[in-house]
């Protein structure tokens, strides 16, 4: 979530000791152990924070249907609504959503995991924070990578591809799926914005580096404030995500 140094996101798990890039081919190979692992994560997560509509058949009870406008935990970060561009990015930005908003409706979810339809700009709703350090104060955190509005103004005016015309200053910038992972894409492609190559450091296989320098920006990443269920696993995650978007995604 960005704007920082932004405040901290939607991240309200106890902290976890960050993990270590895999350094050999072994350790890349993990892919269905990782998933497995989160498989678990996820059904706590559900237990603890969903609460489920079960209803009794004789023999058995079962889950209705998810309740209208919640989002629900996923083993894998779903694909990039945008197209193209370098996959080892490609790969950060699913891993980045590991940790913020690893969801069925990660573009659509909020802070809390209620969703909303409207993407038509940032819904810049303040929701409040139910945990964590700043437990009590609200948060506008939205989407797939956890965006403030103030944040998501500021980006979206440096790198999103269809501004609002000159003379419409009151419009706002689409917030659909493809614009989010777009601004995202170009924001870290920017080395000044960062002052190093993000790319580069990347096919080098500095993952923590990148983590590292992030997490000023998304605070579950590791070396943040606000570590989640997902932090230790996301130099896996990445992994995994990496192979699937040197294989086409």
């Known amino acids: 979530m960005p704007d920082r140094p932004a405040p901290p996101l939607d991240s309200t798990q106890p902290k976890s000791p960050p993990t270590e890039q895999p350094t050999s081919p072994s ?12 498989m678990f994560l996820g059904v706590a997560w559900i237990i603890t924070n969903e609460s489920p509509i079960l209803t009794w058949q004789p023999g058995r009870w079962f889950q209705q249907q998810h309740r209208p406008g919640e989002s629900h935990w996923v083993a894998n970060p779903l694909p990039l609504a945008m197209e193209g561009g370098d996959p080892y990015l490609r790969a950060l930005l699913r891993t980045i959503s590991a940790a913020e908003s690893n969801t069925d409706s990660p573009y659509n979810v909020l802070y809390g995991g209620e969703t909303i339809a409207d993407l038509s700009q940032h819904p810049d709703m303040c929701v409040e924070i139910v945990a964590g350090p700043n437990i009590g104060d609200c948060t506008t955190a939205a989407g797939r990578y956890q965006f403030l509005t103030t944040t998501w103004a500021a980006k979206a005016a440096e ?20 614009y989010q992972d777009i601004v995202v894409y170009r924001w870290l492609s920017d080395s000044n914005a960062w002052g190093v190559d993000i790319p580069t450091l990347l096919r080098q296989g500095r993952l923590d580096e990148v983590l590292a320098m992030l997490s000023g920006t998304w605070t579950s990443l590791g070396y943040g404030i606000e570590d989640n269920a997902n932090t230790p696993y996301l130099a896996e995650v990445y992994q995994v995500m990496l192979r699937e978007e040197l294989n086409g995604g």
Request: glycine share 6%; proline share 16%.
């Open 27 to 38: 350790q890349a190979d993990h892919g269905p152990i990782l998933l497995t692992a989160l």
């Open 159 to 178: 790198y999103h591809p269809h501004p609002p015309g000159w003379y419409a200053f009151w419009s706002e910038y689409s917030f659909e799926p493809e």
